[in-house]
């Protein structure tokens, strides 16, 4: 999407945007018309998320039940909800480290 809107601000005819795309990143027509759409409503880039990894630990089984409840009634993966507790609990300047 922040190629397609990057081509749109240099004023590429949408047909044009449609080819670059195909060409240069290998979606399909109606990915790269989907990207399209999106980078029309978009007013700045979307932030690119960092790569995540797996990272096991062992907790109590009660404890497990709870955070999988928590997260299900967040209406979050269990994944980001266990991010976002670490990071509330976590000091800001930790964040890159």
Partial sequence: MNQALKFLQQELPPAEVVRRLVGTHGVSRRQAHRYIQLAQKATAPMPIPEKKAVF???????????????????????????????????????AHG
Avoid: C, Y
């Fill in 56 to 94: 096991t630990v062992k907790l109590p089984r009660s404890l497990i039940g709870q955070v999988r409840r928590s997260a299900r009634l967040s209406g979050m993966t269990i994944s980001d909800w266990v991010a976002s507790a670490l990071q509330r609990s976590l000091p800001a300047d930790s």
